[in-house]
């Protein structure tokens, strides 16, 4: 069965730096998202992305934060400056259709975001 | 706004003990609800979806949850859980026409052998 994949699994980086978080969703699917789960909190939603470009995104989406999809098959977050409240898991997700949120997003193994 | 709502963060149940996961929600037009389950080191993974029809839904391994409308509720049962249903379990709700799922807090469940 296709999965969506992430890596890393672990990042470790210094509150400043900038990181990027690699995502490969499902090969048929046009539509991904990112959510976040920070420690003991729910999951939230980040932005969903169509046709290389945002259709939605939160409150937390600020411009810290970005999503490409560079090629093919890679969906990025970037995150230019980390601050120590961005230490979380964050999830990718892909749906074959965006059909509001009736279309099943299947997700990630998730990695796991350390800001020292 | 939207939320979710999760009243029970950890449950402890027996072999063959029956499930009930109360899950809340509170979202303007129309919503379609969904439960997923994370399994020890594992994906998120979709139990179950409601997007209209008949308000009980079946989803895999014997999961099944009733949307009453009424009670703004969509609560997750199973009649009797194995040990291999040790997991978390999260609600989820989405508007008609947007992407953006909100999720509960989730809910641990740990089944004793």
């Known amino acids: 069965e296709p999965e969506v994949t992430q890596t890393p699994s672990h990042q470790v980086t210094q509150m400043g730096q900038e990181v990027i978080l690699r995502c490969v969703p499902i090969s048929n699917h046009l539509y991904f998202y990112w959510y976040r789960q920070i420690l003991g909190q729910k999951v939230e939603f980040l932005v969903s992305?169509?046709?290389?470009?945002?259709?939605?995104k939160s409150e937390i989406f600020d411009d810290q934060f970005s999503v490409e999809r560079p090629d093919g098959s890679n969906f990025t977050l970037k995150i230019r400056s980390t601050k120590l409240e961005d230490s979380a898991m964050y999830f990718c997700?892909?749906?074959?259709?965006?059909?509001?949120?009736?279309?099943?997003?299947?997700f990630g193994p998730g990695t796991r975001l350390t800001v020292l | 706004a939207q939320s979710v709502s999760q009243h029970n963060h950890h449950v402890i149940l027996s072999e063959a003990a029956s499930l009930e996961l109360g899950c809340n929600y509170s979202?303007?037009?129309?919503?379609?609800l969904f439960w997923y389950v994370q399994y020890p080191g594992q994906h998120l993974q979709l139990l179950l979806k409601y997007f209209s029809g008949d308000p009980l839904v079946k989803g895999i391994k014997g999961f099944e949850a009733e949307f009453i409308k009424s009670k703004f509720s969509f609560n997750l049962r199973k009649p009797s859980v194995q040990w291999s249903d040790t997991a978390e379990y999260f609600c989820a709700a989405g508007s008609r026409g947007y992407q953006k799922v909100t999720f509960g807090t989730g809910t641990k469940l740990q089944v004793i052998p």
């Open positions: 997700a892909s749906s074959e259709r965006g059909e509001g949120s009736t279309d099943t997003q299947y």
């Open positions: 979202y303007g037009g129309t919503v379609n």
């Open positions: 992305f169509y046709n290389n470009e945002i259709s939605e």
